[in-house]
């Protein structure tokens, strides 16, 4: 592999970890509060404990739709680091292989 294809790749690893993961989380925060978002600007005016009930029933849906996420996306890792230690052990000479 030359260094311009190495450091494309690694721009690319780069991106994915810095950028695409927040936006990916982002956006599933975005889609499990979808429904919630018209009735978010009449929290203030509830009742504390009707309030404090409404914040928690959104703060559980958030944190499952993030932690389900951000799975998803430990899983692909997995694989993608699975796939490059496979291509990466086929290219050591076997005398180097651990």
């Known amino acids: 592999m030359t260094n311009a294809v190495r450091n494309k790749a690694k721009l690319i690893r780069t991106a994915f970890s810095e950028v695409f ?6 956006c599933a925060v975005v889609a499990v509060l979808w429904d919630e978002f018209i009735g978010l600007d009449q929290i203030p005016l509830l009742a504390i404990p009707a309030s404090m009930d409404t914040i928690h029933d959104l703060v559980i ?9 951000i799975e998803v996306i430990a ?3 997995i694989f993608v680091q699975q796939v490059q ?3 990466q052990m086929r290219m050591v000479p076997a005398g180097h292989r651990r």
């Open 61 to 69: 849906r958030l944190m499952i739709g993030v932690l389900a996420i």
């Open 21 to 26: 993961k927040p936006t990916i989380v982002s």
């Open 75 to 77: 899983l692909l890792d």
């Open 85 to 87: 230690h496979t291509k």
